[in-house]
């Protein structure tokens, strides 16, 4: 069974950089791409982008000025860097994975979310 | 972006209704559809892909059909343990994008 589980702090000061881990067990990190996707409270999903094994990513231009994802293959896990926060990016950040099967862009497992609040 | 428009917001029904979602793309997006329920507190959880196919482990009782710009989630006989928010998502076209969500209670 794949697992998904997001590690990271909880609170992070405004300007400053949000900084998460997703480590994946039960599958290889190379079977797949790895997506971030977040929900402010009581709000839909935003998907963040998403990144493959060697490192290929593809942000959601509302994001990508600030964005950046990197892959460590040797531990099985996927990180997110949001710089200069806001109010506004406080939210339950989910990691999931993007399946190739039938089609990627498949948001088959999810991570528990970890909520992350910007304040000061 | 492609926007997904869903409808309804909310919706209210009785244990053994018949429940429809629709879910509208701003574009032609073939049948690159998802649906996903949340419950309070989780994470979402993938019900079907590619518009109708019905995931591993999913009561038979969802459904979903459309292609194109349209689509239709149903729940063929509501249950209590259906409570949730459901979504669509489009991945036709990068970035993914998900509709406002369909808030399901139980009457």
């Known amino acids: 069974q794949v697992h998904l589980q997001e590690s990271g702090p909880g609170l992070v000061k405004p300007s400053e950089t949000l900084s998460l881990t997703c480590f994946v067990s039960?599958?290889?990190?190379?079977?797949?791409?790895w997506s971030w996707i977040r929900q402010p409270a009581g709000k839909g999903l935003e998907w963040i982008g998403r990144?493959?094994?060697?490192?290929?990513?593809y942000y959601n231009p509302s994001l990508k000025s600030r964005v950046t994802m990197s892959v460590d293959t040797s531990k099985n896990q996927f990180s997110l860097n949001l710089r200069f926060v806001t109010a506004a990016d406080t939210a339950v950040y989910y990691c999931a994975r993007d399946s190739i099967k039938p089609v990627l862009g498949t948001l088959d497992y999810w991570g528990q979310g970890s909520l992350v609040t910007v304040s000061s | 972006d492609i926007q997904m428009t869903q409808s309804p917001s909310s919706l209210s029904a009785s244990v053994g209704d018949r429940v429809t979602i629709t879910c509208q793309a701003s574009?032609?997006?073939?049948?690159?559809l998802n649906w996903y329920q949340q419950k309070p507190g989780k994470a979402p959880k993938l019900l079907i892909s590619?518009?109708?196919n019905l995931e591993t482990g999913v009561p038979s009782r969802f459904s979903g059909s459309g292609s194109g710009t349209d689509f239709t989630f149903t729940i063929s006989s509501l249950q209590p343990e259906d409570i949730g928010t459901f979504y669509c998502?489009?991945?036709?076209?990068?970035?993914?994008?998900f509709g406002q969500g369909t808030k399901l209670e139980i009457k």
């Open positions: 990144i493959d094994s060697d490192g290929n990513t």
């Open positions: 039960g599958d290889s990190i190379s079977s797949s791409y």
């Open positions: 998502q489009q991945y036709d076209v990068l970035p993914y994008t």
């Open positions: 590619v518009a109708s």
């Open positions: 574009q032609d997006i073939t049948n690159y």
